[in-house]
């Protein structure tokens, strides 16, 4: 196993150990403890919290360790608390949540894209629908999930606004968290859906702007009328 491996690793048990509770608001780390129980030196250790820092999920005290702050102070948008807040509790209220960022989101950015996209990518959005049409009609979500990775984050990127585009991977933990969930009526994909991708490439290829802002619009509220159906725990909580 790689040394990047070994850290990743060892950050994600961490990083998890903090989102689910298992490490509440006010325990501590310290490198000692983190040596001993991952049998790694203290230089990896100390990289670790470092990174846990960065993304608020502790706070560095001297003579007390790594301290656990509390989920008010994490940084709600990076990807690495995202990704373990999701692997903790994938049907949690934080999928809820990104699910209404998206919707406020990116059917702007789409109509965006319509107006500013270039013409490779456009050509790239139709290539990459008509690959999620495909892959996904013989399989299930995670089937296509690379392509809707691309392709939903072609579409920010598309947009030419930099703030759009930094929630890039954003989406893509969003998009990867939902194909983790794996009963059998979650998973399959929807012909109405696949083909709105299509219909929304086609949208901005020919730039349509109204059309793909909609299109984006009815997509993501596929979404949230899945979780809706499914009870989804605190996304119905107000």
Same mark, same amino acid.
């Given at each position: ?20 509770? $298992?490490?509440?608001?006010?325990? /501590? ?48 948008? /990076?990807?690495? %608390? ?11 209220? $934080? ?45 299930? %979500?995670? /089937? ?25 991977? %954003?989406?893509?933990?969003?998009? /990867? ?12 994909? $929807? ?17 349509? %702007? ?29």
């Amino acid at each position: 196993m790689t040394s990047s491996v070994r850290r990743g690793d060892i950050l994600d048990a961490l990083g998890r150990a903090i989102v689910s509770g $298992k490490l509440r608001p006010g325990e /501590s780390l310290t490198l000692d403890d983190i040596q001993s129980q991952h049998g790694i030196s203290r230089t990896l250790a100390r990289d670790c919290v470092r990174t846990l820092e960065s993304v608020g999920l502790v706070e560095s005290r001297r003579r007390v360790g790594a301290m656990v702050r509390p989920p008010a102070d994490w940084a709600a948008l /990076s990807p690495l %608390v995202i990704r373990w807040q999701l692997d903790a509790d994938p049907e949690g209220p $934080k999928f809820g949540a990104l699910t209404e960022l998206r919707a406020a989101v990116e059917p702007v950015a789409a109509a965006a894209a319509a107006r500013r996209a270039t013409e490779a990518q456009r050509l790239e959005l139709l290539r990459l629908a008509n690959t999620i049409r495909e892959q996904g009609s013989t399989g299930s %979500v995670a /089937s296509y999930l690379d392509a809707d990775i691309a392709f939903h984050s072609l579409v920010l990127t598309a947009s030419q606004n930099d703030t759009f585009a930094a929630l890039t991977e %954003v989406v893509a933990e969003v998009l /990867s968290g939902r194909a983790r969930l794996a009963d059998a009526p979650w998973q399959s994909p $929807k012909p109405q859906a696949l083909e709105l991708h299509v219909r929304l490439a086609e949208a901005i290829a020919a730039g349509r %702007v109204e059309q793909a802002e909609q299109h984006m619009r009815e997509i993501v509220a596929e979404v949230r009328e899945v979780l809706l159906d499914r009870g989804l725990r605190g996304f119905l909580a107000t």
